[in-house]
């Protein structure tokens, strides 16, 4: 596709429930990334991919939440028994080469609510 | 990493020039400053990146001081559709990095008619 594509664009669960999360990247890009931004707030990084390997796992908040990036492409952030702090929206970006060498392409972000 | 620092946020008219400044005291060498624009329901959006001196495109212009320990963004005669958050990154260029690009809080900008 033209740009990044994410799904659900909205997903509204409840409080145990595990959700998943997905990034289709722009084709050819090899660094893909994983915020959340929480309302009226800045955004927070989670997770890193440069082709399938994460070298940084360090911004998931708990380990209820997993990523993983199959292929150099699609990647699916999982977050397991949500809470309802986990309620934010998820943004994913793609990047041509690795981190900090360019422009960050951004998709429109799901927006998770936990009940 | 190198922190940033900007004003929470910023009020303008439409028509005028914006200037919006970000701190970055421990900027190292190789680092590389972009920013990003932000609408509501929306992912960010590249806006300009620089090392030094000054970065010019169709929508800003970016100013680097030869110390690096700052930039401004500038967005010239402003309309309400600028109305949007701002933020400053400040990156690594080169293979040992992990990737954490740290966006922090943004400038509000709020452009009045």
């Known amino acids: 596709g033209a740009g990044v594509s994410q799904s659900p664009s909205n997903k509204v669960t409840e409080k145990g429930k595990d959700v998943e999360l997905r990034c289709d990247p722009i084709?050819?890009?090899?660094?893909l990334y994983w915020y959340r931004q929480s309302l009226g707030q800045g955004l927070e990084f989670l997770i890193y991919?440069?082709?399938?390997?994460?070298?940084?796992k360090s911004g998931l908040p708990s380990d209820r939440f997993s990523a993983e990036r199959t292929g150099g492409s699609v990647s699916t952030l999982t977050i397991q028994r949500t809470q309802q702090e986990d309620s934010a929206v998820y943004l994913c970006?793609?990047?041509?080469?690795?981190?900090?060498?360019?422009?960050?392409?951004f998709g429109e972000g799901s927006r998770l609510t936990v009940l | 990493l190198a922190k940033t620092t900007q004003p929470i946020s910023m009020d303008s008219y439409e028509g005028q020039e914006v200037n919006i400044t970000c701190s970055h005291n421990?900027?190292?060498?190789?680092?590389?400053i972009t920013w990003y624009q932000q609408f509501p329901s929306q992912g960010p959006r590249f806006i300009i990146q620089?090392?030094?001196t000054k970065v010019t495109n169709e929508v800003a212009s970016l100013f680097i001081p030869a110390d690096r320990k700052s930039s401004t963004l500038s967005l010239p005669r402003v309309s309400l559709s600028d109305t949007a958050v701002y933020y400053c990154?400040?990156?690594?260029?080169?293979?040992?990095?992990?990737?954490?690009?740290?966006f922090g809080q943004g400038t509000t900008l709020q452009v009045k008619p």
């Open positions: 970006a793609s990047s041509l080469d690795g981190p900090n060498t360019g422009e960050l392409f």
């Open positions: 084709s050819g890009h090899t660094a």
């Open positions: 991919f440069q082709g399938n390997s994460a070298p940084d």
């Open positions: 421990n900027i190292a060498t190789n680092d590389y």
């Open positions: 620089g090392y030094k």
């Open positions: 990154l400040v990156g690594r260029h080169g293979s040992s990095n992990t990737g954490k690009l740290i």
